[in-house]
């Protein structure tokens, strides 16, 4: 069964820092991954997803994130964080490939970014 | 462009009362999902329907009955609610496996 773990359940930066959450994922085979953003109150929004070829993705907002199969880890990445960056971040697993895995959509647990002015 | 609309926004319900919670699509999309998001938790997989005629459970389905009534729109029944059962409930669709999923804006729901 496909899962998602991110460690980090809050995190603290100040503005102008750089960012880093983490995000694990298990599953067999070739996944498909995402970020999602949650402001307060708010649906999610996509910041970023990989399907295949570069490892390396960019998002919206200045956000990238780095695919490494061999440490099984999506981790979401921002050099220089905003005020305005301050939520809740979610990163998401699905079967990847003709695996006909019935598009199941599995998410972690979160990490809550508040940012020091 | 309505997205993904969920109805109700906000709901406060007895225990043991049942209730339907109505989502809908205008995205023409094949899949459909229904999370509950607790906090600390993250979003969990209640059901999901990977196309119109199919409904598999997800991670915590007891509790819960889910209908895909037709391609646009898949409902999450209540039968019987119970406090543990207070949650913000979120509905989201994708075109297919190679695409994102696109929520809604989520129903507070209250069991008292």
């Known amino acids: 069964a496909q899962s998602v773990t991110q460690p980090d359940i809050h995190i603290t930066v100040s503005e102008g820092a750089s960012l880093e959450l983490r995000c694990n994922y298990s599953?067999?085979?070739?996944?498909?991954l995402f970020w999602y953003v949650q402001s307060p109150g708010q649906g999610l929004q996509l910041l970023l997803k990989?399907?295949?070829?570069?490892?390396l993705v960019q998002g919206i907002k200045g956000f990238e994130a780095e695919f490494k199969r061999s440490q099984s880890s999506f981790n979401l990445r921002k050099p220089s964080v905003h005020w305005s960056d301050a939520a809740e971040y979610f990163c998401?697993?699905?079967?990847?490939?003709?695996?006909?895995?019935?598009?199941?959509?599995?998410f972690g647990t979160g990490t809550q970014l508040k940012v020091e002015l | 462009n309505a997205g993904v609309t969920q109805t109700p926004k906000f709901q406060v319900l007895k225990t043991g009362q049942s209730m339907t919670l109505q989502c809908a699509q205008d995205m023409n999309h094949n899949s459909m999902y229904w999370y509950r998001q607790d906090p600390g938790m993250g979003l969990r997989l209640i059901y999901y329907?990977?196309?119109?005629?199919?409904?598999d459970k997800g991670e915590v389905p007891n509790g819960y009955n889910v209908s895909r009534l037709n391609k646009r729109e898949f409902s999450l029944r209540l039968e019987s609610a119970a406090p543990s059962q207070t949650s913000v409930y979120f509905c989201a669709s994708r075109r297919g496996s190679t695409t994102e999923a696109f929520f809604g804006q989520g129903t507070r729901l209250t069991v008292v």
């Open positions: 990989y399907f295949s070829g570069d490892t």
């Open positions: 599953y067999g085979a070739t996944p498909y």
């Open positions: 329907s990977a196309s119109e005629g199919t409904t």
């Open positions: 998401a697993v699905a079967p990847g490939g003709l695996t006909g895995g019935g598009n199941k959509l599995t």
